[in-house]
């Protein structure tokens, strides 16, 4: 019973039944109601002509049709048989002559405009009574009943057929999401059947789509955080070892080359850490009016040194006076592109930090420096997790500060965008 198709079943097969059983009683009802007018017809076709036969009497023959099928007795006011329609033999019948009074309560009194003409006796005249009719009555029930039994095995026949093509889908649903609770990430379901199975077929495939990019990303993921942290422990490795056997003098630069591998370590693990925290499901964000001169003036702070050390011309624009955002995060994510910014700006280059509002009065901060743009094959590449092309390779840095940022970006329901610029250099465009 807590199949669908049997549930579905049962109820199609029942609403059918209910429906047939409905129009098979009103159909008796209204047959009968006819049988009964019919019926009544005949009683005062009957009176009628008692009427005709008293009035013309003594000659009750003259223009009046007196019908065959049913007996017909009438009587004057005296109660003595004037006619029958079933001659002697009838009148013998009837009363057992004609000067021998009929019993009062057989007879029906006829009368015209107040005055009593006589009476009349008759059979009760039935429909089945006659044989043609008895003949058609049969066929009648006989055609109603194959009917009937043939409306329940159709109804029956297309009870099946729907449900069956209700459950079918949702049997293949049912499959294809237990295939994918054990990890086939393969399986695809058919989108049919009614709009919400299919809606969530085409669900449950975008998710298996999702799932198994996801399941791919992971493995990458794994196999290149297995590679960065491969790198620098096999040089410290090799450091210590070398110290160990004598072959390497302890030295202050080799320790703090060594030191150096451990703090790229570290922010690895510091990286994938907060990428973790901020993909997480429970992530909240502190939604605050942030001053845009004070955060601008607190960024530039932080990146003083850095800047004074290359040489680079640093510019601010400033667009809005106050935005919503996450203070903390957007420090997070403007800091990385600052630090990138510096990184890959030559000596005597120029950055530009701006925030302003768009036409869709959405906030924006830009990012812009001079230098080599990216090269375009791997522009679509720079917000995969860990990916380090040939324009950051020799550079410092986890390969996740952009996927972090973008991450923030989606966070506060905007985007992350990075490009070159045709006077050169690159601009990355976070949208809030």
């Keep these: 019973m807590n199949r669908l198709f049997v549930r579905t079943l049962i109820t199609v097969l029942a609403a059918l039944?209910?429906?047939?059983?409905?129009?098979?009683?009103?159909?008796?009802?209204?047959?009968?109601?006819?049988?009964?007018?019919?019926?009544?017809a005949r009683a005062r076709q009957l009176e009628q002509t008692a009427r005709q036969i008293l009035v013309n009497y003594p000659d009750p023959a003259l223009d009046v049709t007196v019908p065959e099928d049913v007996p017909l007795f009438v009587y004057d006011a005296e109660r003595q048989l004037i006619f029958s329609n079933r001659g002697e033999g009838?009148?013998?019948?009837?009363?057992?002559?004609s000067t021998l009074q009929a019993q009062q309560g057989d007879l029906v009194a006829v009368e015209e405009d107040g005055q009593l003409l006589g009476y009349y006796r008759s059979a009760l005249m039935r429909f089945e009574n006659d044989a043609a009719n008895n003949r058609f009555l049969n066929s009648l029930r006989l055609t109603i009943g194959l009917g009937l039994a043939l409306a329940v095995i159709i109804a029956v026949c297309f009870a099946l057929l729907f449900s069956r093509s209700l459950s079918a889908p949702a049997v293949l649903l049912s499959r294809g999401l237990d295939r994918l609770t054990h990890g086939d990430l393969s399986v695809r379901i058919p989108e049919r059947g009614a709009r919400e199975i299919a809606?969530?077929?085409?669900?449950?495939?975008?998710?298996?789509?999702?799932?198994?990019?996801?399941?791919?990303?992971?493995?990458?993921?794994?196999?290149?955080?297995?590679?960065?942290?491969?790198?620098?422990?096999?040089?410290?490795?090799?450091?210590?070892?070398?110290?160990?056997?004598?072959?390497?003098d302890l030295s202050k630069e080799r320790v703090g080359k060594s030191l150096r591998e451990i703090a790229r370590i570290e922010t690895l693990v510091a990286d994938?850490?907060?990428?973790?925290?901020?993909e997480s499901p429970e992530m909240r964000l502190s939604i605050e009016q942030v001053e845009a001169a004070a955060f601008i003036e607190e960024i530039a702070e932080r990146f003083t040194a850095q800047l004074a050390e290359k040489q680079i011309r640093f510019r601010s624009h400033r667009g809005v006076d106050r935005f919503p955002a996450d203070p903390a995060l957007l420090q997070r994510a403007v800091t990385n592109f600052l630090t990138n910014a510096i990184r890959h700006t030559p000596r005597g280059g120029r950055i530009e930090l701006s925030i302003w509002s768009g036409s869709?009065?959405?906030?924006?901060?830009?990012?812009?420096?001079?230098?080599?743009?990216?090269?375009?094959?791997?522009?679509?590449?720079?917000?995969?997790?860990?990916?380090r092309g040939e324009y950051a390779r020799s550079s410092p840095g986890s390969g996740l500060g952009l996927t972090i940022a973008?991450?923030?970006?989606?966070?506060?329901?905007?985007?992350?965008?990075?490009?070159?610029?045709?006077?050169?250099?690159v601009v990355v465009e976070l949208i809030l």
Excluded: C
Aim: glycine fraction near 12%; aromatic fraction near 4%; proline fraction near 3%.
């Design 17 to 40: 039944l209910i429906l047939i059983a409905v129009m098979a009683a009103v159909s008796v009802v209204g047959f009968r109601r006819s049988l009964d007018e019919w019926e009544r």
């Design 90 to 97: 009838g009148r013998r019948r009837a009363g057992g002559g």
């Design 199 to 248: 809606g969530i077929a085409h669900s449950t495939n975008r998710l298996a789509e999702q799932l198994q990019r996801e399941r791919g990303m992971r493995r990458q993921w794994v196999q290149d955080i297995a590679h960065d942290l491969r790198t620098p422990i096999a040089a410290m490795r090799a450091q210590f070892e070398g110290m160990r056997d004598g072959v390497l």
């Design 272 to 278: 994938l850490e907060e990428l973790m925290r901020l």
């Design 360 to 387: 869709d009065e959405r906030t924006v901060v830009t990012v812009a420096n001079s230098g080599e743009p990216i090269p375009p094959g791997e522009l679509e590449k720079v917000f995969d997790r860990l990916y």
């Design 406 to 425: 973008k991450r923030i970006a989606e966070l506060h329901g905007g985007a992350l965008s990075i490009g070159n610029r045709e006077e050169g250099g």
